[in-house]
């Protein structure tokens, strides 16, 4: 019977962690402050902001919320930005993407300062992941390193695949898994033979974005796979890249959809607002 990975369990943790570090802080005379920009209503995006904001009050963290109509322009999102960068009570800054089609998304990232870019998107943080410096990461790579190491699961010498290349996911999962001194390939929609080379995997990352893609004949026995998909079935439930009941008895470990990966990317965000405090503080 394969362990299922619990990121329900392990982002509660988290958090509770993060809430009794944030008490602490306090009590020294040091707030947490988190800045949550939304332009337009995006339906999901505003679901997202949310939780965000649920999150912060539980952990004790200060929210603001700007909520900006559609047809804002550029200037006056990157206004915002520029406020809150020479802001020092504010910690994070994060712009819940995707923005409305008028805007340049890159050019936004980059507006944010990289001490307060609690997203890990800028190409300063991922400069510095990419050389072993300081700085932001990713949250749901993050949480995927969380979700191994808190379940006893060795990345050190491990073959690790990752299915997807994108700058959010992919790109920067490969950047910690090598950090842990995982051997690391990344696949993606030009790689040959991709059968084959998930079947040589220890640690299978699937974040591709087809549902249910991934069954059986894709894993080795005994591996761990994490899946970073999330998508509604013709049931309308919600289901991952990886076809779970298809796999599940086959792999050491895996991550349900949803109940995985989903709620260690919120729970890492605010562990980035607590290290920007406690970095702006020279903690």
Do not use: W
Not at 156 to 178: E, F, H, T, W
Not at 219 to 227: N, S
């Amino acid at each position: 019977m394969s362990l299922r990975i619990d990121g329900k369990k392990i982002s509660s943790d988290i958090k509770e962690e993060l809430k009794e570090q944030v008490k602490q802080l306090k009590e020294e005379g040091v707030s947490v402050c988190l800045a949550v920009i939304q332009v337009g209503n995006d339906p999901a995006s505003s679901v997202y902001v949310n939780n965000k904001k649920k999150a912060c009050a539980y952990i004790g963290i200060e929210s603001q919320a700007y909520e900006l109509p559609e047809e804002t322009t550029q200037e006056e999102l990157l206004a915002l930005i520029d406020r809150l960068n020479k802001d020092d009570h504010v910690n994070g800054i994060l712009v819940q993407l995707p923005v409305p089609a008028h805007m340049d998304e890159k050019e936004i990232i980059q507006a944010i300062s990289p001490a307060k870019d609690v997203d890990g998107f800028h190409p300063q943080s991922v400069g510095a992941l990419s050389t072993g410096e300081p700085g932001f990461v990713s949250c749901t790579p993050a949480g995927i390193i969380q979700l191994l190491k808190r379940s006893g699961i060795s990345i050190d010498g491990k073959d690790c695949v990752v299915v997807g290349r994108s700058n959010i996911v992919g790109k920067p999962m490969a950047m910690l898994l090598l950090r842990e001194n995982g051997t690391v390939t990344i696949c993606h929609s030009h790689t040959k033979n991709l059968k084959e080379v998930c079947q040589r995997a220890d640690i299978l990352v699937a974040a591709i974005g087809k549902p249910k893609f991934f069954d059986e004949s894709y894993v080795k026995d005994g591996a761990v796979v994490i899946d970073v998909g999330i998508h509604r079935n013709a049931e309308n439930k919600l289901c991952g890249d990886v076809d779970y009941d298809k796999v599940a008895d086959k792999v050491s470990a895996i991550t349900p959809v949803p109940g995985g990966v989903g709620p260690m990317t919120i729970a890492m965000l605010m562990n980035n607002c607590v290290e920007a405090a406690l970095r702006m503080n020279n903690r």
